[in-house]
């Protein structure tokens, strides 16, 4: 790899896991990731999950120094919860940030090719050339693909796959990014930082194919009131950013 370094004593890269009931899967994820790229570390962000996920995380992070647990509490949601990982990150010198979903939907396999794509932030991207998405209708793709479209004309972003979560950010690029101005709680953080990144950077957004698959354990955090609520936030940045 070429670009920014570590600091020293600290790993290449980190994953950020934001994690709300995810007691199932923990362990697999974490297992997974240590394996496949074993010179990174994993930030669990638990928001103070009923199901006893971050009890779990405590017991991986006392038997390995390369998991490290935030507990959070108050005002929760995934696109905080991924904020504060990457302030974690940052404080700890990491040269990369990577974001992935704990429910093995991302397969821990690509982290290393996430890591040699390169740029600003590379994509792990279901709409390039090699994505796949076997698990879902065709209705559901179609659905997809026009969020997908609205978003990228919504906000000039050259990424073909810009609400994906599986993605690994250059440290140094984040480090300029303006974490008091985000506002999405949710599932369009995704978007609203891949917009400052995009603004911010110069070395510009990579994306490289996987598959995607649907979980297998426990339940989505992804419903309409999620979807619809993440729309409206996007317009009204969008509005913000005009101005």
């Known amino acids: 790899m070429t670009g920014s370094q570590p600091a020293t004593g600290a790993p290449e890269a980190m994953v950020v ?20 790229a074993p010179h990174v570390a994993v930030v669990v962000v638990d928001d103070a999950s009923p199901d006893g996920t971050g009890a779990i995380a405590d017991r991986l992070a006392a038997a390995d120094p390369r998991v490290v647990v935030l507990h959070r509490e108050g ?7 991924i904020a504060a990982g990457m302030r974690e990150v940052l404080r700890r010198g990491s040269a990369w940030a990577i974001t992935m979903d704990c429910d093995l939907s991302h397969d821990p396999a690509e982290i290393p090719r996430l890591l040699a794509a390169g740029g600003d932030v590379a994509i ?3 709409y390039v050339a090699g ?4 698990d879902w209708s065709p209705h559901r793709k179609v659905l997809s693909a026009a969020a997908n479209l609205f ?4 906000f000039r972003l050259p990424a073909r796959d810009c609400t994906s979560g599986y993605r690994a950010y250059r440290a140094d690029t984040l480090a300029r990014v303006p974490f008091d101005r985000l506002h999405s709680a949710g599932y369009s953080f995704e978007v609203e930082i891949l ?22 354990r426990g339940s989505s955090k992804m419903g309409a009131r999620e979807a619809v609520a993440g729309m409206f936030n ?3 940045l969008r509005l913000s950013l005009l101005r």
């Open 17 to 36: 896991l934001p994690t709300y009931n995810e007691a199932e899967n923990l362990e697999d994820v974490v297992d997974r990731i240590l394996a496949a």
């Open 75 to 81: 005002a929760r949601g995934l696109g905080m919860a």
């Open 124 to 126: 792990g991207s279901r």
């Open 131 to 134: 994505g796949r998405l076997p």
């Open 151 to 154: 978003v990228r004309v919504l």
């Open 195 to 216: 917009f400052w990144v995009a603004r911010l950077g110069s070395r510009g957004l990579r994306e490289i194919p996987i598959t995607f698959l649907d979980r297998s």
């Open 234 to 236: 996007l317009l009204r």
